[in-house]
């Protein structure tokens, strides 16, 4: 059963706008969420996180939201770029936990 | 920098044969993980080991079976390979069990 679920196989967004993903989760306990970048033919590289502590963090380009009561956190990209054309996965853990359960990703196209 | 390192990347096995996909990470971290990737789920946790000595069963870990060889490597091995198996194998690693992970670039495996 799937605990973390992306619901938007596939985003297209233009060069220079914002592109929102979204992340929903069922286990209440998950306390520490991350967001991962895929390239084609390469590893998951890491992105940003957040814990249940913040309802935001920000990075560059990059912010993510939580919002614990709705199960639910989502990733700003502002402006987007042509480079930021990939697969982004979210992922949750308990704090002290040592499991990260991902989600099945979301495609992002931007549009030069 | 190399990072984390799969080999082989790519290899195709008949049905019943065994097999072991080699990971090697030169960060000194202290725990490594194996997942594998299928369309449509996401990745899941195969076997991780929090540190040198231990190994435990993630989500899916029927049909597997790892070593722990030293800090820096991480073998899965697969003693008689079904179909199902047929996926994209991602080792990694992290500095401790609730810290983001670094991944490799991918084993893809094909069973006929």
């Known amino acids: 059963d799937q605990q973390v679920k992306q619901n938007s196989p596939s985003l297209s967004v233009q060069e220079g706008r914002i592109s929102i993903l979204n992340c929903d989760y069922t286990?209440?306990?998950?306390?520490?969420f991350l967001w991962y970048k895929k390239y084609p033919a390469e590893g998951p590289t890491f992105l940003i996180s957040?814990?249940?502590?913040?309802d935001k963090n920000e990075d560059g380009r990059f912010t993510v939201f939580l919002n614990k009561s709705a199960k639910h956190l989502s990733l700003h990209i502002v402006p987007s770029q042509p480079g930021d054309s990939a697969v982004y996965f979210c992922?949750?853990?308990?704090?002290?936990?040592?499991?990260?359960?991902f989600g099945t990703g979301t495609s992002l196209t931007v549009i030069p | 920098n190399a990072g984390v390192t799969q080999t082989p990347k790519f290899q195709v096995l008949k049905t019943g044969q065994s097999m072991t996909l080699q990971c090697a990470q030169d960060?000194?971290?202290?725990?490594m993980y194996w997942y594998r990737q299928d369309p449509g789920m996401g990745l899941r946790l195969i076997y991780y080991?929090?540190?040198?000595?231990?190994?435990d069963k993630g989500e899916v870990p029927n049909g597997y079976n790892v070593s722990r060889l030293n800090k820096r490597e991480f073998s899965l091995r697969l003693e008689s390979a079904a179909p199902s198996q047929t996926s994209v194998y991602f080792c990694?690693?992290?500095?401790?069990?609730?810290?983001?992970?670094?991944f490799g670039d991918g084993t893809r495996l094909s069973i006929l």
């Open positions: 960060m000194n971290h202290n725990s």
């Open positions: 286990n209440s306990m998950f306390d520490y």
């Open positions: 990694a690693s992290s500095e401790m069990e609730d810290q983001p992970q670094h």
């Open positions: 080991s929090a540190s040198e000595g231990t190994t």
């Open positions: 957040i814990s249940s502590i913040k």
């Open positions: 992922a949750a853990s308990l704090l002290t936990g040592n499991q990260f359960y």
